[in-house]
């Protein structure tokens, strides 16, 4: 696509673009395609539907997408029929597992708005896409709480996770329903001026030097791709 053209896009589309971390979270799921290959799959919170489209590209056996935003739902359904895979893909419009109920899958993905914030709105994205509340774990603990009863046997769920949203404080909801956390990999997301003034006053305060890193003007947020799975496996 030319630049002229991705211009072109409708804002409605251009804001569900990919962010670093979709970039991410595709680059450890390529990291073990051997894993996907046939795998049933839900994303929760898919957006443009690029995630599914590259897990279709690395054969797996079936796609959903959820999302609580229509035109989400509209575009990433549009996508993976663009490219080819629309008979094993379905996309569901509503909050987080409901559209899913009863369902279990070989693996679950997911990069849910988690960032630290109670007002305003990421420039350029919707309200929906970024916030998750006064410590940004309002959709993250829901998504937590329920994910072991949407595993197949053997499944894993591979999820983005921010380092100052605590990663322990998830590990642990997590042990306690015998399921297991392990950080496939971690890196640095830059944060715009823009967005750490969105982020709750506490958070800054506590992760400052720890998990948010500063030079001068600039900031970046420690970020994680882990995997939860059934079998405990944990770091
Ligand atoms: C950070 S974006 C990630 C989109 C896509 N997975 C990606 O990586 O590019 C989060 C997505 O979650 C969706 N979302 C927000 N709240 C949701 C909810 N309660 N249930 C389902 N999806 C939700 C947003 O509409 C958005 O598409």
């Known amino acids: 696509m030319t630049n002229a053209a991705h211009l072109a896009l409708p804002a409605a589309i251009r804001s569900l673009q990919p962010s670093d971390y979709t970039g991410v979270l595709i680059e450890a799921l390529r990291a073990a395609p051997q894993r996907i290959a046939g795998a049933t799959v839900v ?6 539907g690029v995630v599914l489209a590259a897990l279709a590209s690395l054969g797996a056996g079936s796609l959903c997408g959820v999302d609580i935003e229509g035109e989400a739902v509209r575009a990433g359904a549009e996508l993976l029929e663009e490219l080819g ?29 988690h960032f630290p914030m109670t007002h305003g709105k990421v420039p350029g994205r919707r309200p929906s896409w970024s916030s998750g509340g006064a410590d940004g774990r309002r959709l993250l603990d829901p998504f937590l709480e329920e994910v072991a ?56 305060e506590a992760e400052e030097g720890r998990t948010i890193l500063r030079y001068g003007p600039y900031a970046f947020g420690k970020m994680h791709v882990v995997e939860i799975d059934a079998a405990g496996n944990a770091d």
Not at 43 to 48: A, Q, V
Not at 176 to 191: E, I, P, S, W
């Open 85 to 113: 895979h629309g008979a094993i893909s379905s996309f569901r419009h509503g909050n987080l597992w409901e559209p899913v109920r009863g369902q279990r899958f070989d693996l679950v993905v997911a990069n849910l708005p």
């Open 43 to 48: 994303e929760i919170g898919s957006g443009s």
């Open 149 to 204: 009863r949407h595993l197949a046997p053997g499944g894993r769920a591979v999820v983005t996770h921010n380092g100052f949203v605590g990663l322990d404080r998830s590990r642990e909801m997590l042990r306690a329903q015998g399921l297991g956390l392990k950080v496939l990999r971690t890196t640095l997301v830059h944060l715009s001026q823009e967005k750490i003034e969105l982020m709750t006053g506490s958070v800054l």
